[in-house]
């Protein structure tokens, strides 16, 4: 998550832990795997979910972990001001579907050329 998101290692302490307390039986391993490939676009948000045996939830348990993401206010107000004078891109290796809700949830989408 870097710079925008409060939490640094989203993977290991938000992603694994929700998981691991909706589907105990998955290993951290196949959490991270499965993750790599989705944020390197081999599979969607959905396929995603359906490889941890939580498919069945889906959309809704997607929604519930992007809610257990906070934004960083400090750097959301440094992009702001930034913003004003300079045209400002965001890189991320996030999964896509999940990139565009926090944008949006976030309001990020106008700090930033898409």
């Given amino acids: 998550m870097g710079v925008m998101f409060k939490v640094g290692d ?3 302490e938000l992603l694994i832990p929700f998981i691991r307390g909706k589907n105990p039986e998955v290993e951290d391993a196949a ?11 081999r599979m969607t948000s959905k396929e995603f979910w359906e490889s ?3 498919g069945g939830g889906f ?8 809610d ?3 934004v960083n206010p400090e750097a959301v ?6 913003a004003r ?9 996030d999964v896509k579907e999940w990139s565009a809700r926090l944008r949006e949830k976030f309001d990020l989408n106008r700090l930033f050329r898409l």
Avoid at 31 to 41: D, F, K, P, T, V
């Fill in 10 to 12: 989203d993977t290991r």
């Fill in 52 to 54: 941890l045996g939580l």
């Fill in 68 to 70: 257990t993401v906070e």
């Fill in 59 to 66: 959309p809704a348990v997607e929604r519930e972990y992007l």
């Fill in 31 to 41: 959490i991270l795997e499965a993750y790599l490939q989705a944020s390197l676009g």
């Fill in 85 to 93: 004078r300079f045209p400002l891109a965001m890189l991320s290796n």
């Fill in 77 to 82: 107000q440094a992009a702001r001001g930034l």
